[in-house]
């Protein structure tokens, strides 16, 4: 009775609180430092087309213009939004600061070619103007315009900036969207970045399983061009060619103010009685069909089932377990991965050693941070190069940040798999805060790219202390909201307590690592096991627990909540002064985007969200690496843990076990 | 198990005076071997014997200009916590290795990953089937000699509706 009393207190505390929805359209401007439209300015311009040679995605391309006093060559860059991931390369390597950033992220057309922005269109600073809204045709068109259901379907990792729609920040449920499972009852498909074949084909027929009149939205670079994928082996470059697509959003991934500004668009653009493009699929003469069955190979027993878990499944994940199932309980299951794979480690020999850190993140969309740490870490293991001090601690700031929005991610979905929706909306919401900072650290809410070979990007603002502060009181509190509405909720008690649960040995002998090892009593953090950067000095307490099941796998997450939150006071207060980069390598050579790197090999381990990864890079004295593999932390877990977990249990308490592990697809297929 | 306490140097010293290590090296907590192919999978029982119960990774290196392919392990001994990556150099032309599955069980699934993008053959491995591609018609990927451009423009760029 006392728990339902805390609990009913707890909402009624937050009713009486500032609502957590932002306004929108964004009242005031995005954060300063975010990384939008880039601003050229001709005058300053000296022609020298470094911008267009840095540039990893070739987004820029150098036009002819008039020749003038300062620009002796007349070259000026034309930059292709399909194709910029707003990395920042170009602007840091401009020599005369003739590109700039500004903070506009509002890209979208529905005529792709028209984010070919020319050099004069680039010197106009932008401005966003809202259409007229125009006059409603229709009752009918009103009402469909205002109750647009989307399939459920997270493609890619464009997906992870529409979900603050489903947040309480963001709200989507104000403009009547709903996300639904079945693409029977939904109007609208949002593509969400990258596409395999593999992925391709299972769109392809969710789209054709919708009814008429349906819309799709494309989120990202790649649904356009194969964005920062243009020269993958294994995605789609250019989905219009099997679907018609309404909507195109450009960003790496585009912010949700964008997708927003989509949703208004389609609102009114519904009301004035379009109905999307005419239906007409394509599956490259059948290539592009899903094969029946892919893995149920041999026929079930009588009295069983074979089921598809995932991809395309509410609480999947872009992913896919096959399910034998006898009455509701599992007797058989096996993973199927591959929806994600992309091909880095083949991507990043084609790219210089620095160019590939804007790559690096892209591995995993829920802890991309981690990844571009790992990677400068091994980078500079090779080459010798020391980070000053001020940016280690900046680098774990950054990663503590990073591993905190990662754990109330999951936190989040934990509350989706076992039905309570409630904290989705809310630890998303609170997890919008922790972005925001990470965007006044870095530049970028989700791909920070903050990190250079031999250090950080650029150093804080004064006032970010005081922000980071201010969020951290306010996590703190917010934390024992998750306690009464999550952890000491009986329902989700119920569902999580003893299931799942993964012995020492188990995990030991599957690879389980992170807050999943943890779990079990393990007491294994790379942090504190091989200190890296400036862990030794600041100190880290690693929560443990002991029984294993997916309860405690949640609570050592939210424990770690907690405790990365001390870090970064700690890590604050101690802050060193001086220098936060290296631009020296030890042999006096300047660090520049296409630096050698000396000959050798190096392995290098941190501890991400998800647990203990790994880089290991070899280097044959080029100024690309010869091979890097990656060994991401839910490899083993995932593919090999998580399978033999579901034997016995019931169907119904796979997504809990499925989330409870932490997943992402992304990181074990890369 | 042995609960024995070690480190990397006086570990790598007692795996020298009892195999044939052509090259080795210490780095902090991390230990790197090469050994022949013979000793790969011998050597692979006696360091799970030894407490290296973690299998990190299974992966290769194709060394074009060689004419090899290089397949390593990637162990960690989680008490001690010791790192040892034992490579190994096979030819080309014949890519199989002994599988070890048999020693650490998510070896399998890293050897299913090899074979796939690189082509290597694990022997032994029961699970050897496409793990991240379908229906992939084109070379092991992560080969050097995977004209990969060539492939992109093929597939994505030139392919044509119908």
Same mark, same amino acid.
């Given at each position: 009775m006392?728990?339902?009393l805390?609990?009913?207190k707890?909402l009624?505390? *937050?009713?009486?609180?500032k609502?957590?929805? %932002?306004?929108? /359209?964004?009242d005031?401007p995005l954060t300063?430092?975010?990384r939008?439209?880039?601003l050229?300015?001709?005058?300053?311009c000296?022609?020298?087309?470094?911008c267009?040679?840095?540039?990893?995605?070739?987004?820029?391309?150098m036009?002819?213009?008039?020749?003038?006093?300062?620009?002796?060559?007349?070259?000026?860059?034309q930059?292709?939004?399909?194709?910029?991931c707003?990395c920042?390369?170009?602007?840091?390597?401009?020599?005369?600061e003739?590109?700039?950033? &500004?903070?506009?992220p509002?890209?979208l057309?529905?005529?792709?070619?028209?984010?070919?922005? &020319?050099?004069?269109?680039?010197?106009?600073?932008?401005?966003l103007a809202?259409?007229? /809204?125009?006059?409603i045709?229709?009752?009918?068109?009103?009402?469909?315009?205002?109750?647009?259901?989307?399939?459920?379907?997270?493609?890619?990792?464009? %997906?992870i900036?529409?979900?603050?729609?489903?947040?309480?920040?963001?709200?989507?449920e104000?403009?009547?969207?709903v996300?639904?499972g079945?693409?029977?009852?939904?109007?609208?498909?949002?593509v969400?970045?990258?596409?395999?074949?593999?992925?391709l084909?299972?769109i392809?027929?969710?789209?054709s399983?919708m009814?008429?009149?349906?819309?799709?939205i494309? #989120?990202g670079?790649c649904?356009?061009?194969?964005?920062?994928?243009?020269?993958?082996?294994?995605?789609i470059?250019?989905?219009?060619?099997?679907?018609?697509?309404d909507?195109w959003?450009?960003?790496?991934?585009?912010?949700?103010?964008p997708?927003?500004?989509a949703?208004?668009?389609?609102i009114?653009a519904?009301?004035?009685?379009?109905?999307g493009k005419?239906e007409?699929t394509?599956?490259?003469?059948g290539?592009?069909?899903?094969?029946?069955?892919?893995?149920?190979a041999?026929k079930?027993?009588?009295?069983?089932?074979?089921?598809?878990?995932?991809?395309?499944?509410?609480?999947?994940g872009?992913?896919?377990?096959?399910l034998?199932l006898?009455?509701?309980?599992v007797?058989?299951?096996?993973?199927n991965?591959?929806?994600?794979?992309?091909g880095?480690?083949?991507?990043? @020999?084609?790219?210089?050693?620095v160019?590939?850190?804007?790559?690096?993140?892209?591995?995993?969309? #829920?802890?991309?941070a981690?990844? @571009?740490?790992?990677?400068?870490?091994?980078?500079e293991?090779?080459?010798?190069?020391k980070v000053?001090?001020?940016?280690?601690? *900046?680098r774990?700031?950054?990663?503590? *940040?990073?591993?905190?929005?990662?754990?109330?991610?999951?936190?989040?979905?934990?509350?989706?798999a076992?039905g309570?929706?409630?904290?989705?909306?809310?630890?998303?919401?609170?997890?919008?805060?922790?972005? +925001?900072l990470?965007?006044?650290l870095t530049?970028?809410?989700v791909?920070?790219?903050?990190?250079?070979?031999?250090?950080?990007?650029?150093?804080?603002?004064?006032d970010?202390?005081e922000?980071?502060?201010?969020?951290?009181?306010?996590?703190?509190?917010?934390?024992?909201?998750y306690?009464?509405l999550?952890f000491h909720?009986?329902?989700?008690?119920?569902r999580?307590?003893?299931?799942?649960?993964?012995?020492?040995?188990?995990?030991?002998?599957?690879?389980v690592?992170?807050p999943? #090892?943890r779990?079990t009593?393990?007491? %294994?953090?790379?942090r504190t096991?091989?200190?890296? +950067?400036?862990?030794?000095?600041?100190?880290?307490?690693?929560?443990?627990?002991?029984?294993?099941?997916?309860?405690?796998?949640?609570?050592c997450?939210?424990?770690?909540?907690?405790e990365? #939150?001390?870090?970064?006071?700690?890590? +604050?207060?101690?802050?060193p002064r001086?220098?936060?980069?290296?631009?020296? &390598?030890?042999?006096?050579?300047?660090?520049?985007?296409?630096?050698?790197?000396?000959?050798g090999?190096?392995?290098?381990f941190?501890?991400?969200?998800?647990?203990?990864?790994?880089?290991?890079?070899?280097?044959t004295?080029?100024?690309?690496?010869?091979?890097?593999k990656?060994r991401?932390?839910?490899f083993?877990?995932?593919?090999?843990?998580?399978?033999?977990?579901?034997?016995?249990?019931?169907?119904?308490?796979v997504p809990?076990?499925y989330?409870?592990?932490d997943?992402?697809?992304?990181?074990?297929?890369? | 198990?042995?609960?024995?306490?070690?480190?990397?140097?006086?570990?790598?010293?007692?795996?020298?005076?009892?195999?044939p290590?052509t090259?080795?090296?210490?780095q902090g907590?991390i230990?790197?071997?090469?050994?022949?192919t013979?000793?790969?999978?011998?050597?692979?029982?006696?360091?799970?014997?030894q407490?290296?119960?973690?299998?990190?990774?299974?992966?290769?290196?194709?060394w074009l200009d060689?004419?090899?392919?290089?397949?390593?392990?990637l162990?960690?001994?989680?008490?001690?916590?010791?790192?040892?990556k034992?490579?190994?150099r096979?030819?080309?032309?014949?890519?199989e290795?002994?599988?070890?599955?048999?020693v650490w $069980?998510?070896?399998?699934?890293?050897? =299913?990953?090899?074979?796939?993008?690189?082509?290597?053959?694990?022997?032994?491995?029961?699970m050897?089937?496409?793990?991240?591609?379908?229906?992939?018609?084109?070379?092991?990927?992560? =080969?050097? $000699?995977?004209?990969w451009? $060539?492939?992109?423009?093929?597939?994505?760029?030139?392919?044509k509706?119908?």
């Amino acid at each position: 009775m006392s728990r339902i009393l805390k609990a009913a207190k707890s909402l009624l505390g *937050l009713a009486l609180s500032k609502p957590m929805t %932002f306004n929108f /359209p964004p009242d005031a401007p995005l954060t300063e430092r975010h990384r939008g439209r880039q601003l050229y300015k001709p005058d300053l311009c000296k022609g020298c087309k470094i911008c267009s040679m840095v540039c990893p995605n070739n987004a820029i391309e150098m036009v002819q213009g008039e020749k003038s006093e300062t620009n002796k060559t007349g070259l000026q860059p034309q930059i292709d939004f399909r194709k910029c991931c707003f990395c920042g390369l170009c602007v840091d390597n401009c020599p005369t600061e003739a590109l700039t950033f &500004t903070m506009y992220p509002f890209l979208l057309t529905m005529k792709p070619e028209t984010l070919i922005y &020319t050099p004069e269109m680039l010197a106009v600073p932008p401005e966003l103007a809202h259409p007229e /809204p125009p006059k409603i045709k229709s009752t009918v068109a009103w009402a469909r315009s205002r109750s647009i259901w989307i399939v459920n379907y997270m493609t890619g990792c464009c %997906f992870i900036e529409a979900v603050p729609w489903v947040a309480s920040s963001f709200d989507m449920e104000r403009f009547g969207l709903v996300a639904v499972g079945s693409p029977r009852h939904a109007d609208a498909l949002i593509v969400g970045g990258y596409v395999t074949p593999k992925t391709l084909k299972r769109i392809i027929r969710i789209y054709s399983l919708m009814p008429q009149p349906k819309w799709v939205i494309a #989120l990202g670079n790649c649904p356009m061009t194969g964005g920062t994928y243009w020269d993958s082996y294994n995605t789609i470059k250019n989905i219009g060619k099997y679907i018609p697509v309404d909507i195109w959003i450009a960003g790496c991934p585009p912010r949700p103010e964008p997708i927003g500004v989509a949703v208004v668009h389609a609102i009114q653009a519904i009301q004035g009685g379009y109905t999307g493009k005419p239906e007409k699929t394509s599956t490259d003469k059948g290539k592009m069909r899903v094969p029946r069955y892919p893995l149920l190979a041999a026929k079930p027993k009588e009295g069983q089932v074979d089921m598809v878990f995932g991809s395309q499944h509410s609480a999947s994940g872009n992913f896919n377990v096959s399910l034998t199932l006898d009455g509701e309980t599992v007797v058989h299951a096996e993973a199927n991965p591959g929806y994600l794979h992309r091909g880095f480690e083949k991507l990043m @020999e084609y790219r210089t050693w620095v160019q590939n850190i804007m790559l690096v993140p892209r591995i995993c969309v #829920l802890d991309g941070a981690s990844y @571009e740490l790992a990677y400068s870490g091994v980078v500079e293991k090779l080459a010798g190069i020391k980070v000053p001090r001020r940016g280690q601690y *900046l680098r774990v700031i950054q990663a503590e *940040l990073a591993r905190i929005q990662s754990h109330q991610m999951n936190l989040g979905f934990g509350g989706a798999a076992t039905g309570f929706d409630t904290m989705v909306r809310i630890i998303w919401g609170d997890r919008d805060h922790v972005l +925001l900072l990470l965007e006044e650290l870095t530049g970028a809410r989700v791909y920070n790219i903050f990190n250079t070979i031999g250090g950080v990007r650029r150093d804080i603002q004064p006032d970010f202390p005081e922000k980071a502060g201010k969020l951290i009181s306010y996590l703190r509190k917010r934390l024992h909201v998750y306690d009464d509405l999550l952890f000491h909720n009986k329902t989700f008690i119920d569902r999580t307590r003893d299931l799942g649960i993964v012995s020492p040995d188990m995990a030991i002998a599957n690879d389980v690592t992170g807050p999943n #090892l943890r779990a079990t009593g393990i007491d %294994f953090d790379v942090r504190t096991a091989t200190p890296y +950067l400036a862990y030794k000095d600041i100190g880290v307490q690693v929560p443990t627990a002991t029984q294993g099941d997916a309860y405690h796998r949640y609570l050592c997450r939210r424990r770690e909540i907690e405790e990365s #939150l001390n870090i970064i006071e700690r890590a +604050l207060d101690k802050l060193p002064r001086g220098p936060v980069a290296e631009t020296k &390598t030890p042999e006096g050579r300047k660090i520049t985007w296409r630096m050698k790197i000396p000959e050798g090999q190096a392995l290098y381990f941190i501890e991400g969200g998800r647990g203990e990864l790994c880089f290991h890079a070899i280097s044959t004295g080029e100024n690309t690496p010869y091979r890097v593999k990656v060994r991401g932390p839910t490899f083993g877990t995932i593919l090999s843990q998580f399978p033999k977990l579901l034997r016995g249990v019931k169907m119904a308490d796979v997504p809990v076990i499925y989330w409870s592990l932490d997943q992402c697809p992304a990181d074990h297929d890369r | 198990m042995s609960r024995e306490k070690f480190t990397a140097n006086s570990f790598s010293a007692t795996l020298k005076s009892k195999y044939p290590v052509t090259q080795s090296g210490v780095q902090g907590n991390i230990l790197t071997l090469t050994v022949d192919t013979g000793t790969y999978a011998t050597l692979a029982t006696y360091l799970k014997e030894q407490g290296f119960t973690r299998c990190l990774t299974v992966s290769a290196i194709d060394w074009l200009d060689d004419n090899e392919f290089e397949v390593y392990y990637l162990v960690h001994h989680l008490k001690n916590n010791i790192y040892t990556k034992v490579a190994t150099r096979i030819p080309r032309k014949k890519p199989e290795i002994p599988s070890l599955a048999t020693v650490w $069980d998510t070896a399998a699934l890293h050897e =299913r990953e090899v074979w796939e993008l690189f082509g290597i053959t694990a022997v032994g491995n029961p699970m050897l089937k496409p793990l991240f591609l379908e229906d992939w018609t084109g070379k092991p990927p992560l =080969r050097k $000699d995977f004209n990969w451009r $060539d492939y992109v423009q093929k597939e994505y760029y030139k392919a044509k509706e119908g």
